[in-house]
């Protein structure tokens, strides 16, 4: 009886293997005058090593010749010695399959004879678990065919060719892609230019590109410096607006300067024009925006020919009774002198004179606070209505009869009396107490010359100091006497 890897018959047909088809996979097998006795799958076998011949039978079948350096041993308990080629299964390796390989079998295959690892192409490594760049050698496919914008692009075991960022494959060549397309979603927030192989972002005014080159943060024109607002600043976000102090006002045609201003509010009431069939509360429609913009003209004409610096006139209030409007004007005050004044001489036309509205001169009257015009036509009254006159200042009429604020001086007439009345006083008794002083210092020096010399008289003299004269030639006494003397006219010069 044969006995071949662990089956025993007496119809085992040696030395022959066969490899046979079933059921789409091939199997290892021998061959018996009576069955076939299937080994193992054909996985198993490495076809490299074996010569193989075609059998003519029923069923087609590969056959190999048993060789020594295809299997070393056949025992008679069946396959003890498996072939050196591929024989062990996936993962196993040496005598009997007994190693456990280490590699990475997913990228690799295990020499059955050593267990070394054998890479698959794009792996690399003792273990087979690294990738290999393809991109960074130059040898490459994408390098070597030469296309322009064609780049390398790495995976995992491979790599593949493609254009370069900035650019899109039309099937033949790489051509720009444009980014700022409606198509296409760049990451600009402002404004996108396209340019060849790529784009730049930029903003709107009043902000500036971010770091990021893509985004826009806005600009603080106020810190910067950059506002060329003449007083006050104020950010906003992608803006700025510019303001003034107490006393200005921003200059509606450079909205960065500020100009001195006056302001003014009153009321109108005109007496002849009938606005009973205008719907006056609705302040935004079309009926009511006209009938303002007919009045802010019509009086923006007569205060312009009295006030030449009115900057502004606004209407914010209609009502009916012939019609009532309520308004406020702006004066510069750098363009107009006394620009009170001028107002007043504006309300007085308008009250006086009328309002010419679409050719037709209508009776007017004005109201400031509490007073009416007419009857009120007193212009310091009129003046101080409008908050004319303030802190020291008072309303007096020019001679050509306007009226205007003047300084009140005459709180100080008496301090200006006293000091001019008194600061001479003062010196002529200064000067009348030295001049006092100085003659009693000189009286009193003559006055003791005069007793020494009555003195030196009243003393008896010898015969010879009478020959000699008044004044000795020689002699102590003498010498003494007219040294006195002397000091004394000294002291009285």
């Known amino acids: 009886m044969a006995s071949f890897c662990g089956f025993e018959s007496s119809n085992l047909v040696s030395p022959f293997f066969y490899l046979k088809l079933f059921s789409g996979s091939l199997f290892l097998g021998c061959e018996s005058s009576t069955s076939d006795i299937h080994l193992g799958l054909m996985s198993d076998i490495h076809l490299g090593l074996m010569s193989v011949r075609w059998m003519s039978d029923i069923s087609p079948r590969w056959m190999s010749d048993i060789s020594p350096r295809w299997m070393q041993t056949l025992a008679q308990d069946g396959c003890q010695t498996l072939a050196q080629d591929g024989s062990c299964s996936s993962g196993t390796y040496g005598e009997e399959c007994k190693n456990q390989c280490e590699c990475d079998l997913s990228h690799s295959t295990c020499d059955p004879t050593n267990g070394k690892c054998l890479c698959s192409t794009g792996w690399t490594g003792s273990l087979c678990k690294d990738d290999v760049d393809e991109c960074a050698n130059s040898s490459n496919l994408c390098v070597t065919e030469g296309k322009a914008h064609w780049g390398c692009k790495n995976s995992p075991g491979t790599y593949k060719c493609d254009c370069i960022a900035g650019y899109q494959f039309n099937g033949t060549i790489c051509t720009d892609l444009d980014e700022c397309a409606a198509s296409y979603s760049n990451e600009c927030n402002g404004s996108c230019t396209n340019t060849e192989g790529s784009y730049t972002c930029s903003c709107s005014a009043g902000y500036k590109l971010a770091a990021d080159l893509r985004a826009c943060d806005d600009i603080d024109e106020c810190t910067a ?165 303030e802190g020291d200042t008072e309303c007096v009429i020019y001679e050509q009869g306007e009226a205007y604020c003047r300084k009140n001086d005459h709180k100080n007439i008496p301090l200006i009396v006293g000091l001019s009345v008194g600061l001479p006083l003062g010196v002529i008794c200064i000067a009348a107490i030295v001049g006092c002083l100085w003659y009693k210092k000189k009286y009193t020096a003559q006055r003791r010359i005069n007793v020494k010399e009555a003195n030196y008289m009243d003393r008896p003299t010898t015969p010879k100091e009478s020959i000699s004269g008044s004044r000795p030639s020689s002699g102590t006494h003498a010498v003494s006497a007219w040294s006195e003397k002397e000091q004394l006219v000294t002291q009285k010069d």
């Open 225 to 389: 410096g950059t506002s060329g607002c003449q007083q006050k600043c104020t950010n906003e976000v992608g803006n700025f607006s510019c303001s003034c102090n107490t006393g200005y006002t921003v200059d509606e045609t450079d909205r960065k300067k500020c100009y001195e201003s006056a302001g003014f509010d009153y009321q109108v009431k005109v007496e002849a024009n009938d606005v009973s069939e205008f719907i006056l509360r609705e302040t935004k429609g079309m009926e009511y925006l006209n009938l303002k913009a007919k009045y802010e003209a019509a009086l923006n004409v007569t205060i312009s020919q009295y006030v030449e610096g009115l900057k502004d006139l606004l209407i914010y209030s209609m009502k009916k009774g012939s019609i009532i409007i309520d308004f406020t004007t702006i004066v510069d005050k750098t363009v107009t002198q006394n620009a009170a004044g001028k107002m007043v001489e504006a309300i007085l036309s308008i009250a006086e004179k009328g309002l010419m509205v679409d050719g037709v001169l209508q009776n007017a009257s004005v109201t400031i606070g509490n007073i009416t015009v007419p009857p009120m036509k007193d212009k310091c009254v009129i003046l101080n209505a409008l908050g004319g006159c």
